[in-house]
T-cell receptor, first 114, second 113 residues
């Protein structure tokens, strides 16, 4: 079945540590996205990528970094500069260039501070 | 710029009764509108989308939504709630850019037996 796989499901970060969240899709979608979800809030865009080797900052990019070396993969690194990383992180993908195409989501990674 | 307001943060219904989730949007352009559902510790699943082909949109699991341009609303309804409908629901609007979605804060639905 086609879909988006996020791993790990749960992740713990120590002070001063960088951690990387994995996102892989086999939908052959051009665009990929990372969102952060906090309780009682909607999703906020961290980074997005519309093509391999290119990505753009979203609304809350500070303290995060990404790469897009392959079409299928869009890993997110939460750096030590992100002072409040505890949240639910969602990866999404979509087709570009066709009107009204929705974004498809993975099952998320929950990141907590040790 | 576009934005979305979900008018209820929490809705509680009895099983078998109708569900109404309210959403108002703001957009400078003809918007694309979506409703997603999220079960605990899961990703978002698309329920339905408005594509301008019809104002009444039918989705999965018996949900439907009506687009009313004059009221800038896109309310989600279901005639008869099921226990499995207990979840969080997000109204989402997209403007002219493919990437830029604006999410409402979400409505939590509780279904009483």
């Amino acid at each position: 079945d086609g879909g988006i796989t996020q791993s790990p499901k749960y992740l713990f970060r120590k002070e001063g540590q960088n951690v990387t969240l994995s996102c892989e899709q086999n939908l052959n979608h051009d665009a990929m996205y990372w969102y952060r979800q906090d309780p009682g809030q909607g999703l906020r865009l961290i980074y997005y990528s519309q093509i391999v080797n290119d990505f753009q900052k979203g609304d809350i990019a500070e303290g995060y970094s990404v790469s897009r070396e392959k079409k299928e993969s869009f890993p997110l690194t939460v750096t030590s500069a992100q002072k409040n990383p505890t949240a639910f992180y969602l990866c999404a993908s979509s087709i570009l260039g066709i009107l009204n195409q929705p974004q498809h989501f993975g099952d998320g990674t929950r990141l907590s501070i040790l | 710029a576009q934005s979305v307001t979900q008018l209820d943060s929490h809705v509680s219904v009895s099983e078998g009764t109708p569900v109404l989730l309210r959403c108002n949007y703001s957009s400078s352009y003809s918007p694309s509108l979506f409703w997603y559902v999220q079960h605990p510790n899961k990703g978002l699943q698309l329920l339905l989308k408005y594509t301008s082909a019809a104002t009444l949109v039918k989705g999965i699991n018996g949900f439907e939504a009506e687009f009313k341009k004059s009221e800038t609303s896109f309310h989600l309804t279901k005639p008869s709630a099921h226990m499995s409908d207990a979840a969080e629901y997000f109204c989402v609007v997209r403007g002219t850019n493919d990437y830029k979605l604006s999410f409402g804060a979400g409505t939590t639905v509780t279904v009483r037996a």
